[in-house]
């Protein structure tokens, strides 16, 4: 069961011409990175539990999450989060609320669980190298903004 904390954007692509700003390389790099072309590509269910609660029934199990939850990103190539960033249009490096409950009935004599998981938006853009950001590295990065919560309920 999933359910979003905030609702999925109303454009579920970013502007092809949206990309983070070019600054000067730094004095004696060879290469300077910024990301061009970002995206939302999917969402995904976290694997790290970050509530959970059990319980033998009959009973009801409520399990209310309220919890701050990290930005996370992966990249080919060493890109600074400030582009990565600029060009997603929020930050890679913040923390997000996540918010909400979830309820599931145990039946007599069965051992039920609920666990609650993050539930992120991915995101995805290109690595560009040079002064000017002007060349292609072939490289992506790829940023987990966390957006709500995901339920797995069982009994056994």
């Given at each position: 069961m999933?359910k979003?904390?905030e609702?999925?954007a109303?454009n ?5 011409e949206?990309t ?9 790099a060879?290469?300077f990175?910024r ?9 995904s269910?976290g ?9 033998q ?11 701050s ?7 080919e190539i060493?890109v600074?989060?400030k582009y ?7 930050s890679?490096?913040?923390t ?13 004599g ?5 666990q609650a998981?993050?539930?992120?938006d991915?995101?995805?853009g290109e ?6 950001g002007?060349l292609?590295t ?5 940023a987990?903004?966390p ?6 309920q069982?009994t056994?």
């Open positions: 999933v979003r904390t609702a999925p109303e579920s692509q970013l502007s092809a949206t983070s700003p070019v600054a000067p390389a730094p004095t004696g060879e290469a990175h990301i061009k072309n970002g995206h939302w590509i999917a969402q269910c694997t790290d539990i970050i509530q959970q609660t059990s319980r029934g009959k009973a009801t199990l409520v399990l209310s999450v309220d919890k939850v990290a930005a996370t990103v992966t990249k060493n600074d989060l990565i960033s600029a060009d997603l249009g929020w890679v490096t913040s997000y609320g996540v918010k909400n409950e979830s309820r599931y009935e145990v039946p007599e069965k051992w039920g669980a609920i998981f993050p539930l992120y991915i995101h995805e690595a560009w190298s040079g002064a000017g002007d292609p072939g490289k992506r990065v790829r987990y903004k957006v709500g919560v995901c339920f797995n069982w056994q």
